[in-house]
């Protein structure tokens, strides 16, 4: 992974052949851990059952994005845990993005790497961060989501052809994968810039590393 901007991230490419018959049903296989990962990513609800007046609860956190913006335009801190939460949080739904987008045929673990690869620092949020930056970042960030409205067009269609490719070929065609790779790159340079706070440094309109 490049260090020329502070939120990084790569795929290992598969130079090897890939699953077929997981690659032809990769839309119903990825369902279980994309349940899992909704799970944790924002549902909540409740109600009362058995007729005992007693509850059942079930919610998922989601990313952090208001409480990180609140400390630091008040406080000039980041809570180590909650860049901790955000971090693994990204991690794992970027490994059930990269199996959803066929280039790892290994189904996606909740805490393990494997092929994916994401890192960013932890901020030092009273000399680094702008206390007043995250009241706007997303707006900033507007141009970036217009680029990558088109880009993602691209990359379903993208997808589509290395899906046929791998079916008869076994292989993930490489300039394929890059591209892929490099949408799904800007895509976190984006989320880690304006929803999440990690930095200050605006992300470069760049599909490479």
Not at 49 to 72: F, N
Not at 114 to 119: E, I, K, Y
């Amino acid at each position: 992974m490049s260090e020329d901007y502070p939120v990084r991230f790569g795929v290992d490419y598969p130079d090897r052949g890939l699953n077929r018959l997981t690659t032809a049903l990769r839309i119903f296989t990825v369902i279980p851990i994309a349940i899992v990962l909704a799970s944790i990513g924002g549902y909540s609800g409740g109600g009362a059952y058995d007729g005992s007046g007693r509850t059942i609860a079930v919610s998922g956190v989601g990313l952090l994005v208001l409480p990180p913006l609140l400390m630091i335009l008040f406080r000039r801190k980041y809570p180590r845990w909650w860049y901790e939460w955000n971090l693994e949080l990204m991690r794992f739904s970027n490994r059930v993005g990269v199996y959803l987008a066929l280039m790892d045929d290994r189904y996606p673990s909740t805490d393990e790497q494997q092929a994916v690869h994401l890192d960013f620092g932890y901020p030092d949020a009273e000399r680094e961060l702008n206390r007043w930056l995250p009241l706007v970042k997303w707006l900033l960030a507007i141009p970036h989501y217009i680029v990558l409205f088109f880009l993602d067009i691209g990359a379903f269609f993208a997808v589509i052809a290395a899906w046929f490719a791998v079916l008869f070929t076994g292989r993930y065609p490489r300039g394929i994968f890059d591209y892929v790779e490099g949408v799904i790159r800007w895509h976190n340079r984006v989320l880690g810039y304006a929803f999440i706070f990690v930095t200050d440094q605006y992300p470069p309109f760049q599909l490479r590393p």
